[in-house]
């Protein structure tokens, strides 16, 4: 499996991040993060749709529209991005959003980090479909990567600065994160976990920060397959397609000193997995 860039730096994309396959649109979704834009590629051209300072994560509303996670909240947009209603979480400037998904009951989770990545700085909260917020998790670092299993009792978390993913008991009638256990630990030498996406078969695929491809492992944490990249910073990869079956990757230039050509690029490889589902938000 050999991934090409399907879309190259054009656009000016500086730290993409986040990415997810639009059903409704037929096109894949991304944000750069940093520059609070949201990315859209329909396969041949690659749009840029402003939205606030910071947009750390989009999903789509089963209604329609989007639930975007934004510096210090969240937004609910319409179908073309505009921003309809903004949902205040913190104040903290020292704070923002990191990287989220939504569970199969609706609800969208999304964790915070400091500026500084100090440890322990962020938490992870809930935005439910009645439009309410709770702090799900305390005391988490570089929060990203949320997925569930397909019966939907188990979620895999990663923390990119503590180098694990961590599998946690969830009990999806509640919302709740119950006990937690290492699914994978990751040493650095060949990155450490950013965003991640699951397969059908329950294989995990977890783009590498500062590792430069993409890994899968399977439902017991064996590693299984590794797909490398021409850039360092890999940051999410989701399955798309009519199919589900081509993994589309982002990647990032920060913290690049002399970013690579294809920093920024989105990439895309057929595989003979079939992507699990992505769940919308139901407000």
């Not at 569930?148 to 993913?165: K, N, P, S, Y």
């Not at 430069?212 to 590693?223: F, P, W």
Request: with cysteine; proline share 4%.
């Amino acid at each position: 499996m050999k991934p090409e860039l399907v879309s190259s730096d054009t656009a000016g994309v500086f730290h993409g991040e986040g990415a997810f396959w639009d059903a409704a649109t037929g096109s894949i979704r991304f944000v750069d993060m940093l520059r609070g834009d949201v990315m859209t590629w329909d396969g041949t051209a690659l749009r840029r749709s402003h939205l606030s300072e910071v947009t750390a994560v989009i999903r789509a509303r089963r209604a329609g529209g989007y639930v975007v996670a934004t510096e210090r909240g969240f937004a609910l947009t319409d179908d073309h991005l505009s921003i309809d209603r903004e949902i205040a979480v913190f104040s903290d400037a020292d704070i923002r959003m990191n990287e989220g998904a939504c569970d199969a009951a609706g609800r969208f989770y999304c964790g915070s980090m400091a500026y500084d990545t100090r440890l322990d700085g962020g938490r992870v909260y809930r935005l439910d479909p009645d439009l309410s917020v709770r702090v799900v998790r305390e005391r988490v670092t570089i929060p990203n990567g949320l997925v569930w299993t397909a019966a939907g009792d188990v979620a895999l978390h990663a923390d990119t600065r503590d180098g694990v993913i961590w599998a946690y008991d969830f009990d999806l009638g509640a919302g709740r994160f119950g006990e937690r256990r290492p699914f994978v630990r990751f040493s650095g030498t060949g990155g450490m976990p950013d965003g991640m996406s699951i397969d059908e078969d329950g294989g995990v695929w977890v783009a590498m920060w500062g590792g430069g491809g993409v890994r899968r492992y399977t439902a017991t944490g064996a590693l299984d397959l590794t797909i490398p990249l021409p850039t360092a910073n890999v940051t999410s990869c989701a399955f798309g397609g009519a199919d589900r079956r081509t993994l589309y990757i982002t990647t990032s230039r920060q913290g690049l000193a002399d970013p690579e050509p294809e920093a920024g690029g989105l990439f895309a490889v057929e595989t003979e997995f079939t992507g699990a589902p992505v769940h919308a938000f139901g407000g």
